[in-house]
């Protein structure tokens, strides 16, 4: 286990297990985060999270009827996670305190990280462990900041969290990230009011703001306070990524994709070789 990983882990579950039940996320953001998977593509599988926080994506992915859905979480947050997944029928799911990065199983068919490896002390481990625990023509898909479009943040945010990662949860949370993300939810209210003229893109994170936009003050909060409260933060360019993907013998040759979300953020994966070179 790596130290770093362990302080971000409880930092992160200081964060989850501070929140109302239920999921902070609407089904609308799932389904974006999980494009181009559906959920016809987790309906029947046996289906692997890694790093499932208080178990806010599971509740809606249990929702798409996998034949089973498993979640790991390094962090204390998995009493979060199991609570909001008990009205669940509990042979349909199961939450355990585990290390993503040295995590090894028989495989499962579709395997996804969203939000996670960018703050791991290796993420590039993290990527070969969800790969390593994707079945042979299984699925997997992943989640991470990007370098690109991140400019604003890497330049203002990422030095007041060297900061605030070592903060009290309750003095960060109300303390800074209560008052920083009120510039912020302003800024993409207004944007979410203009006309969708194609001169304003070029606003800083306007993709990022107006896909948040919708969403009410709390979640901004929210959101702050999970950029603040982690000890480490990598924001990774499309190069990076490319590169683990081609690197990994276990990916079948033609099933990755790389996709930007939002103009600041990426999403990739791909398929596990059918005869795996691991």
Known sequence: MSAPDQRTADAFATSWNNLPRGSVYTR????????PLAPADIRGRRVLEMGCGNASLMVHVMEWGPA?????????SVESARANLRHFPAESWSVERADLVAFSSQG?????????????DEPRAGFEAVVRN???????HCWVYAREGNA???????????LASRLPWWL???GLATPL???????????CALPRWRALRALPLHGYATWIGPREF????HVAFDQLVTPRTVYLDRATIERWLADNAAVEPGSAYVTMRNGNSWKFGGVSRNTPNR
Not at 68 to 76: A, K, P
Not at 134 to 140: A, C, E, Q, S, V
């Open 218 to 221: 709390a979640f901004f909060r």
């Open 108 to 120: 499962y068919e579709v395997v996804y990280s969203i939000g996670v490896l960018h703050h791991l």
């Open 68 to 76: 089973r859905l498993d979640g790991i979480d390094l962090g204390g």
């Open 172 to 174: 960060t949370k109300y």
């Open 28 to 35: 609308e953001q799932v389904v974006d985060w999980f494009a």
């Open 152 to 162: 604003v943040v890497i330049a203002l945010v990422d030095p007041l969290r060297r």
């Open 181 to 191: 993300a009120v510039p912020f939810y302003a800024y993409a209210k207004l944007l």
């Open 134 to 140: 994707t079945r042979p023509g299984g699925r997997f």
